[in-house]
């Protein structure tokens, strides 16, 4: 490595933002303080741990040195979403379910989970997009791989950038603006138990061994299947045929399987759109589909000297 310093990703510093942000956060806003002195020590060590692997970790040492130095945002993700539930009663003390449900039967003149109950519920519509659903959790990880023994580097950056700052502006969102979702809200006012023979089940027992209670808006689900969605169809177009159907089940299911409002999807989506197009307008495409054609520190403009 020598004296060569090597570059600093938009991922690190968004990781890097996060956990110093969060710490200072916590300090100002965390009352009684002694309750979130395990939250401030991970947060502190998120950014300890970025700035290692950033300024450490040589991807042009060997391959293993580029998977980590490139993918281990991804590892990240579900441990930092688990760590939103000790930061959701940050600000406020109860979730706002009540006034975001209030505000959609409002706009749509009805509650879309409780008119699902009553009306629509039925046993294939259920799988079909309980499939949709579960299919997020191998999905974020398959897309990343894939692009990357395509050898896509720059690819992968530009998507490990735009999924990391999605996800991040979901979990601050979490403990600014708390909500359980309708499965906690309305749970005395469903009529009917949501039912599958296969893809249910799968999609409740991951909702029960990982989900946190809260954490319901933005839906980071779709945010980030959008955005996937998103990167698909700007580099690699014959796969439309299989993200947009997938996403747009998966937005249907979050709120069909009593997961999300309406609400939710709409924010999450929004979300993943901005940050998108502005990770793309920030950092114009120079895409290198294999190393051999130029070298990586000339291949992709996501560091800062």
């Given at each position: 490595?020598?004296d060569?310093?090597?570059?600093m990703?938009?991922?690190?510093?968004?990781?890097?933002a996060?956990g110093?942000?969060?710490v200072?956060v916590?300090g100002?806003?965390g009352?009684p303080?002694?309750?979130y002195?395990d939250e401030?020590i991970?947060?502190?060590?998120l950014?300890?741990?970025?700035?290692?692997?950033?300024r450490?970790v040589?991807e042009?040492?060997?391959?293993?040195?580029?998977?980590l130095r490139?993918?281990?945002?991804a590892v990240?993700f579900?441990?930092?979403y688990?760590?939103?539930g000790?930061?959701?009663?940050?600000?406020?003390?109860h979730?706002?379910?009540?006034?975001l449900?209030?505000f959609e039967?409002?706009i749509l003149?009805?509650n879309p989970?409780i008119?699902?109950d009553?009306?629509?519920?039925?046993t294939?519509?259920?799988?079909?997009l309980?499939?949709c659903?579960?299919?997020?959790?191998?999905?974020?990880p398959?897309y990343?791989?894939l692009?990357?023994?395509?050898?896509?580097?720059?690819?992968?950056?530009s998507s490990?950038?735009?999924?990391t700052?999605?996800f991040?502006?979901?979990?601050?969102?979490?403990?600014?603006?708390?909500?359980?979702g309708p499965?906690?809200f309305?749970?005395d006012?469903?009529l009917?138990?949501v039912?599958?023979?296969?893809f249910?089940p799968?999609?409740e027992?991951?909702?029960r061994?990982g989900?946190?209670?809260?954490g319901?808006?933005p839906s980071?689900?779709?945010?980030?299947?959008?955005?996937?969605?998103l990167?698909t169809?700007?580099y690699?177009?014959r796969?439309?045929w299989?993200?947009?159907?997938?996403s747009?089940?998966?937005?249907?299911?979050t709120v069909?399987g009593?997961?999300h409002?309406?609400?939710?999807v709409?924010?999450?989506?929004m979300?993943a759109?901005?940050?998108?197009?502005?990770?793309?307008?920030?950092a114009p495409d120079r895409?290198?589909?294999?190393?051999?054609?130029a070298?990586?520190?000339e291949?992709?403009p996501?560091?800062a000297s």
């Amino acid at each position: 490595m020598g004296d060569r310093r090597l570059p600093m990703y938009v991922h690190d510093k968004a990781l890097m933002a996060y956990g110093l942000i969060m710490v200072v956060v916590l300090g100002a806003f965390g009352r009684p303080y002694r309750a979130y002195v395990d939250e401030t020590i991970f947060y502190a060590g998120l950014a300890v741990l970025a700035y290692v692997v950033a300024r450490y970790v040589d991807e042009d040492r060997s391959g293993w040195h580029r998977f980590l130095r490139l993918m281990y945002p991804a590892v990240l993700f579900p441990v930092l979403y688990r760590e939103t539930g000790g930061t959701m009663f940050l600000f406020f003390d109860h979730f706002f379910d009540a006034e975001l449900t209030a505000f959609e039967y409002r706009i749509l003149g009805v509650n879309p989970t409780i008119f699902i109950d009553q009306h629509l519920l039925n046993t294939w519509t259920t799988e079909i997009l309980s499939l949709c659903y579960w299919l997020y959790y191998p999905l974020l990880p398959g897309y990343l791989l894939l692009v990357y023994i395509r050898r896509d580097y720059d690819i992968v950056k530009s998507s490990i950038a735009a999924m990391t700052i999605t996800f991040i502006a979901g979990y601050v969102l979490f403990f600014v603006y708390p909500v359980e979702g309708p499965r906690w809200f309305f749970a005395d006012q469903y009529l009917n138990p949501v039912e599958g023979p296969v893809f249910r089940p799968m999609v409740e027992f991951m909702i029960r061994n990982g989900a946190v209670r809260g954490g319901c808006m933005p839906s980071t689900h779709y945010a980030v299947a959008l955005v996937i969605t998103l990167f698909t169809g700007k580099y690699y177009p014959r796969w439309l045929w299989v993200m947009i159907p997938l996403s747009t089940g998966l937005a249907l299911g979050t709120v069909w399987g009593r997961f999300h409002y309406v609400s939710d999807v709409v924010v999450g989506g929004m979300i993943a759109l901005a940050v998108t197009f502005i990770v793309w307008h920030t950092a114009p495409d120079r895409r290198v589909t294999k190393t051999a054609a130029a070298p990586h520190k000339e291949a992709f403009p996501y560091h800062a000297s």
